[in-house]
């Protein structure tokens, strides 16, 4: 199949790009599309068929659920058992945007993306290009991230194309996403209200909304109630070396003369020899995806990135780079233990 890259302008329902992209959608096809967090790769939630093959084009495990993406709060109903109170403060507050709610699923989505699961998960992206394509395709839009499995989110459209070249009919191009990680997953379909996959919306602004306590799940509960917790994410060829803050100087110039021969790139802040390729990390989030993907093109031994302090917006960063990282050094003593492992 041959995989026709669009560039989008300002998008219309009119524009012939649109029209094709929905057709393609009512046949069953898959498409790409740019939100505010990742691309996605965008099915008829409604059509099995269509949702088989996002798991076939992406290679992703049949028992990991799929996000429906609407463009109006009113098509919660087409996807969710009701309507709870708790959706219309949270639509209010923060739809369009990176905030995902899992609730009771509608019998008519159970055998598609829900993979098993009794729950739905919802959300309506902040991206004029993905809500001009839920309006014009008149669907709620199945979509994992448009990668493969076990790569890195796709945050330019050229990411997507280098994992779906051949596999899909078409993807639309906006440009790099906006936010750079995925959306936050609240589960509102038990008692209380629960953090499943951290993001750019954090508990604490949604407790703020809500009025009543947030947990974020531990990494054990997120496994059994999201399955795509479960499976290993994020991951590039090379070794990524993640290290706190809190890592001396001394210490981490012992990491740089352990790699000294290794094809190395640094993310971060910190005083390093000029010939060490470095990348800042104020606007890691970002660049984070870009930035793993990168070091895979250049097969690169090592990537060296520097940890911040888990408050606020840097949490579901961290979380992220632990995902990535083959290592993380907490402290001078993780650090020069496993020199020593290595030197020993
Ligand atoms: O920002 C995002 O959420 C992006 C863009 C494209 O919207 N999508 C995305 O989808 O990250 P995906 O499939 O890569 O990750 C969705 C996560 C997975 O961890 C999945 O297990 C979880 O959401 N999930 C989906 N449905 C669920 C459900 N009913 N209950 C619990 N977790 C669910
Ligand atoms: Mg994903």
């Known amino acids: 199949m041959k995989t026709r890259l669009h560039t989008v302008g300002i998008p219309t329902e ?25 691309y996605g790769l965008g099915a008829d939630a409604c059509n099995p068929d269509a949702v088989a093959k996002i798991f076939e084009a992406k290679n992703r495990p049949n028992d990991n659920p799929l996000i429906v993406h609407i463009s109006d709060v009113s098509q919660v109903n087409q996807f969710a058992m009701r309507m709870s109170p708790y959706i ?40 004029p290009i993905a809500l001009t394509l839920i309006r014009k395709a008149k669907m709620g839009l199945a979509a994992p991230s448009a990668n493969l499995s076990g790569k890195p989110s796709p945050t330019k459209a050229l990411h997507v194309y280098q994992d779906m070249s051949g596999r899909i009919p078409l993807i639309l191009d906006g440009g790099s996403c906006r936010v750079g990680i995925e959306s936050t997953v609240l589960d509102l379909s038990q008692d209380a209200p629960c953090v499943l996959r951290p993001g750019v919306i954090t508990a604490k ?18 496994k059994t109630r999201s399955p795509g917790t479960r499976y290993r994410h994020y991951s590039p060829e090379a070794q990524v070396y993640l ?14 003369d352990y790699l000294e021969q ?16 470095t990348f800042p990390n104020n606007e890691l989030t970002e ?24 408050e606020g917006v840097a949490q ?18 993780d650090l020069l233990k496993f020199l020593r492992s290595k030197l020993s």
Request: with cysteine.
């Open 316 to 333: 579901p960063l961290m979380d992220r780079l632990l995902k990535a990282s083959s290592q993380y050094f907490g402290n001078d003593n």
């Open 14 to 38: 009119d524009d012939p790009i649109f029209i094709e992209a929905a057709r393609l959608l009512k046949a069953g096809e898959l498409v790409a599309f740019p939100t505010e967090t990742v």
């Open 205 to 222: 602004d949604i407790e703020r909304i809500l009025g009543c306590p947030v947990h974020q799940a531990s990494d054990d509960l997120a």
């Open 243 to 256: 290290v706190s803050p809190a890592v001396s100087k001394i210490a981490f110039q012992r990491l740089l």
């Open 287 to 310: 660049q984070l995806y870009a930035i793993l993907r990168q070091s895979d093109e250049e097969g690169l031994d090592a990537v060296v990135i520097d940890g911040l302090e888990e």
């Open 88 to 127: 219309m403060v949270l639509a209010e507050a923060f739809w369009p945007g990176p905030l995902t709610i899992v609730v009771k699923a509608h019998e008519r989505v159970k055998n598609t993306v829900c993979r098993g699961l009794e729950t739905v998960a919802l959300r309506i992206p902040d991206h």
């Open 262 to 277: 290794k094809k190395l790139m640094y993310v971060g802040k910190r005083d390093v020899p000029a010939n060490l390729r």
